[in-house]
Nanobody, 119 residues
Framework: QVQLVESGGGLVQAGDSLTLSCAAS????????MMWFRQPPGKEREFVAG????????NYADPVKGRFTVSRDKTENTVYLQIDRVKPEDAALYYC????????????WGQGTQVTVSS
């Protein structure tokens, strides 16, 4: 069973950049879509960005386009989420997930990493 472990969260100043990592413990299929979700305090979890493990093509939620960059390193078995020009509204628990489609609930989730923003 593959496990996903996120890291890189913490306290960040508004305007700074931050990179989150998601390390997979086992082999990921080329057809897998690796996704990032976030859940702000008191709100529902929302899709942020995704990358196809095989081809590397990316997909972003409209609110984060231009500031977030998702990527994957197949040699490191790791997915990254770079957040530029961090805003207070980026504060959330960020989850890494894996699935076969953007239109279905992911089948595998990490435990999440907390991002706190100071302004």
């Amino acid at each position: 069973q593959v496990q996903l472990v996120e890291s890189g969260g913490g306290l960040v100043q508004a305007g700074d950049s931050l990179t989150l990592s998601c390390a997979a413990s086992g082999r990921l299929y080329s057809s897998a879509i690796m996704m990032w979700f976030r859940q702000p305090p008191g709100k529902e979890r929302e899709f942020v960005a995704g990358v196809r493990w095989g081809y590397g093509t990316t997909n972003y939620a409209d609110p984060v386009k231009g500031r977030f960059t998702v990527s994957r390193d197949k040699t490191e078995n790791t997915v990254y989420l770079q957040i530029d020009r961090v805003k207070p509204e980026d504060a959330a628990l960020y989850y890494c997930a894996s699935g076969s489609s953007y239109y279905a609930k992911p089948t595998l989730w990490g435990q999440g990493t907390q991002v706190t923003v100071s302004s």
